[in-house]
């Protein structure tokens, strides 16, 4: 390689996890999508999906949205369902992690 050219740094297939590393434009679209969350009545409760193929991007767009919610004051919680199997297994795990987070996440629990 000569001198005066840089090599071409060719990313991974891990998502991405700030907006700077959006090189597909994905940021403004993750931001609108975050706003319309946050303006959600969500007193009776609400489920919101990301749905798309393998590969796709849900991931990296999910992280970008967090940026949005993050600056709302709204805490994350993140739950990996790939790493289990079954539906009791799964299940056992989401209400063990996130009694776990209630327990060192100050933030998560209101006090009033």
């Known amino acids: 390689m000569s001198p005066d050219k840089k090599p071409v740094s060719i990313p991974g297939d891990n998502p991405i996890q700030e907006p700077k590393c959006d090189v597909l434009g994905r940021l403004d679209t993750a931001k609108s999508f975050s ?3 946050l303006e ?4 009776e409760g609400v489920a919101v999906g990301v ?3 393998w590969g796709s991007g849900k991931t990296s767009f999910i992280n970008l949205a967090k ?4 600056q709302a004051g709204i805490p994350i919680l993140d739950f990996n369902p790939w790493m289990f199997s079954g ?8 209400f063990a ?11 998560l629990v209101e006090i009033g």
């Open 35 to 37: 706003r319309q969350v």
């Open 40 to 43: 959600l009545d969500v007193s």
């Open 51 to 53: 749905f798309g193929p």
């Open 67 to 70: 940026t949005e919610f993050k």
């Open 87 to 94: 539906t009791e297994q799964l299940v056992k795990r989401f």
């Open 97 to 107: 992690e996130l009694t776990a987070q209630f327990k060192i996440r100050a933030d």
